[in-house]
């Protein structure tokens, strides 16, 4: 699939200000370098359209996304590691302070880089089900940046957020709810694609400006680390990517996930 088709933009069916945008790596919507590529232009996109609003969902009927692309850290080409982690950033910085209104309707699975897209949007609706979503990130033997932490504490407590990345939890459904993780529950994705139309909705008659400027205040603290420290957060990744037992981590945790698939064969 070429890169132009990782991101589909579709305006909704009945208001053309908001842009359905959906993630379609099939299988799972593994964020590699592509579909991160893909998805920091479609950003840039909308930020000079006429949309005012946009809802982030996933072509997988299963999956919103499984996160950052494991093949991208393990054993590396190291160029492309820095061109990785640096569109990662990238892609952060653009959604958590876009100028439209942002929603996710989270049709799936959401772990680590999946939940970091979702925590960056300002409402989330997960449909129920047997789906996880949370920053798991130590349970397979890597560090999440602190960014991350920070776009968790945009959402959640302190505490809670705290032991939920030290035991690299994954939420259920309705823990999430309970923690605040997200917003509301759905039946089914167009169930949760309504409830983030019912959320945009609310902001019908307050003017763009003021809205979005307000948004990018009360995020300015969480984005201020890595705007100043971008080159530093690329260096640390890729010098952490070098450790042998990061790289046995990571290698047992794609073992563990191919077993998983041949035992349910
Ligand atoms: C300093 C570093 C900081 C790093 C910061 C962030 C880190 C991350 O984001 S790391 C990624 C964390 N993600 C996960 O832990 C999720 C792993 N995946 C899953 O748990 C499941 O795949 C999921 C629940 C999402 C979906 O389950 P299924 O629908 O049952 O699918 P499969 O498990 O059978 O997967 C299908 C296919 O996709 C491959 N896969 C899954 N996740 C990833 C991934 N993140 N990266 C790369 N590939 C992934 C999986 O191995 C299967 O591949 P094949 O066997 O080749 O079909």
Request: hydrophobic share 40%; charged share 25%.
């Amino acid at each position: 699939m070429s890169s132009q088709n990782l991101v589909t933009v579709t305006p909704d069916k009945d208001n053309d200000e908001i842009a359905i945008v959906t993630m379609q790596r099939p299988p799972v919507n593994s964020l590699n370098l592509e579909l991160l590529q893909a998805l920091s232009k479609t950003l840039d996109e909308l930020s000079t359209s006429d949309f005012r609003a946009m809802v982030l969902t996933s072509a997988s009927p299963t999956v919103f996304s499984a996160g950052l692309d494991i093949m991208e850290m393990y054993k590396p080409d190291l160029k492309r590691a820095e061109q990785f982690w640096s569109t990662l950033q990238d892609v952060w910085l653009k959604l958590f302070e876009s100028n439209l209104i942002t929603a996710a309707a989270i049709n799936g699975h959401a772990p680590a880089g999946g939940c970091l897209l979702a925590m960056s949007c300002e409402y989330r609706a997960m449909v129920s089900g047997k789906y996880s979503i949370g920053l798991n990130e130590t349970a397979l033997g890597i560090v999440a940046p602190r960014w991350f932490m920070d776009c968790m504490l945009n959402t959640i407590s302190q505490r809670e957020a705290e032991i939920a990345l030290t035991t690299g939890k994954l939420f259920s459904v309705e823990e999430a709810l309970k923690v605040g993780l997200i917003d509301e529950t759905a039946k089914d994705k167009e169930d949760a694609i309504n409830k983030c139309l019912g959320f945009i909705e609310k902001f019908e008659s307050i003017p763009p400006l003021p809205r979005s400027m307000t948004k990018q205040k009360f995020r300015a603290n969480g984005v201020q680390w890595l705007k100043a420290n971008k080159q530093a957060d690329i260096d640390e990744f890729v010098h952490f990517l070098k450790f042998p037992q990061v790289q046995q981590s990571l290698e047992m945790y794609i073992h563990m996930l191919k077993s998983k698939q041949n035992k349910s064969e």
